[in-house]
């Protein structure tokens, strides 16, 4: 299986990239963590990308794509994968069209409020990429993640100023893919604004 996991920031896409991953043996291939770990090790691509992702834009494609492009070919892909922040613009769509065909997109839509409401009480688990939020789904122990006992951080992209412009990148760079996989018949739209499980059982019944 190739899969797409489609949708804003904060609309839950790590949280069920985890999942999927794991049901379908697959990797979950998550460009923001990929860039994360690039800025953490000082690499070259990690400070070309920085001041953007502080900014809350979006990486230029060429870096992305190709990024992106040696990343597929590697053996861990050639069983399916899932993507999780990639494509994110319609020129990044088209490149990964030219280079494998994707079996469903998984859209998962969810308000404008809630993304806010959301970003801004995450919690993230910068070992095993976890995802916490404060009200929804806190750690059983305060600031620390459940599966690895590391020290929980806000991402930095996550501060109030940083969410605004993700949002507008997303609906102004991103949400025309939804139009873009709709016109190629395998988008799959689910409202990601329920409970993490009821929208991880309607994803294993779409895979399954
Ligand atoms: P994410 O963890 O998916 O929210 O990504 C964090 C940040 O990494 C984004 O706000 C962008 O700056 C950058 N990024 C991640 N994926 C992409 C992409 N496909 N194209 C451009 N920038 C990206």
Known sequence: MRLIL???????KGTQAVYLSELLS????????ILRAEVK??????LTAKRYMESGGL?????????????????ECAGGFLLDGFPRTVTQARALASLVTIDKVLA?????????????????????????HLEHQPPQEEGKCDG???DLIIRADDAPETIRSRLEAYEY??????????????????????????????????VG
């Open 6 to 12: 489609l949708g804003p920031p904060g609309a839950g």
């Open 26 to 33: 697959i990797p979950a291939i998550s460009t923001g963590d």
């Open 41 to 46: 090790a000082g690499s070259e691509l990690g």
């Open 59 to 75: 990486v230029p494609d060429d870096t992305i794509i190709d990024m992106m492009r040696s990343r597929l070919a590697d053996q």
């Open 108 to 132: 998962l839509e969810i308000p404008k409020e809630v993304i806010i409401s959301r970003l801004g009480a995450r919690r993230s688990c910068p070992e095993c990429k976890a995802v916490y």
């Open 148 to 150: 690895c006992s590391t």
């Open 173 to 206: 760079q991103t949400s025309p893919l939804l139009e873009f996989y709709s016109s190629t018949g395998n988008l799959v739209r689910i409202d990601g604004d329920r409970s993490i499980a009821a929208i991880k059982a309607d994803l294993a019944k779409l």
